[in-house]
């Protein structure tokens, strides 16, 4: 398994503002990925974090708005920009850990983010 | 096109009694399933999950699974109920190393 952190925790920001996100995790995982999971929704995967690289997008999600870094194997973080009340959202750290031939992803405590 | 569904979005059930928690996937191939947890204000915690093998599972916290690919289903289950297991339950596909589908959440609410 991985034990994930996040900072911050959680963070009330004014719109216009930018916040960075933190994640760090405990041992050297291949992926990592960055989650958005809105009040009462399921989670919506942003992007994936690659190391030395730029960061692979999902549909809806740009560069400009979630810039992410990950300078190495066990850190990476999200910018959430020029922030507006849809922003509001918690945002979740995941990694992969290839157990075998197998892959189990696990997941930081979240950034609970209020945007007013 | 890769999917889950948990069709049931809140239940209640009394403390003691069981609780089937039901998913429903649509994969091309043989998908690895999980269940994960979600306690009020707190991250994902894997319950369990399903690759290979014995399509019966068992996870954390007295948690079982059962794959039945003729049904495209790993419905989620537990004996007796804690007060602590009310939480919010999802349902997730694994279809490659970088793709996981979740389902949409079932919250559990657990009566005295």
């Known amino acids: 398994s991985a034990v994930i952190s996040q900072k911050p925790s959680r963070d009330i920001c004014q719109r216009g503002t930018s916040l960075t996100i933190q994640c760090q995790v405990d041992?050297?995982?291949?992926?990592m990925f960055w989650y958005r999971q809105q009040p009462g929704q399921s989670l919506t995967l942003i992007a994936t974090?690659?190391?030395?690289?730029?960061?692979?997008?999902e549909s809806g999600f740009v560069i400009d708005k979630f810039p992410i870094s990950r300078p190495n194997l066990t850190f990476s973080t999200l910018t959430v920009s020029n922030m507006s009340p849809e922003d509001s959202s918690i945002y979740l750290c995941s990694v992969v850990t290839a157990q075998g031939l197998t892959d189990t992803q696990y997941f930081g405590p979240g950034t609970r983010l209020t945007v007013l | 096109a890769q999917s889950v569904t948990q069709p049931d979005i809140h239940i209640t059930v009394s403390e003691g009694a069981s609780l089937e928690l039901r998913c429903n996937y649509s994969?091309?191939?043989?998908?690895?399933l999980f269940w994960y947890v979600q306690s009020p204000g707190q991250g994902l915690q894997l319950l369990l999950k399903y690759f290979s093998g014995d399509t019966l599972v068992q996870g954390i916290k007295g948690f079982e699974a059962e794959f039945k690919r003729s049904q495209s289903s790993f419905n989620l289950r537990k004996p007796s109920v804690h007060w602590s297991d009310a939480a919010e339950y999802f349902c997730a596909v694994g279809a490659g190393f970088n793709k996981f589908y979740f389902g949409s959440g079932t919250k559990l609410n657990v009566k005295p």
């Open positions: 974090a690659n190391q030395g690289s730029e960061a692979t997008y």
């Open positions: 994969y091309g191939a043989t998908p690895y």
């Open positions: 041992s050297q995982v291949t992926m």
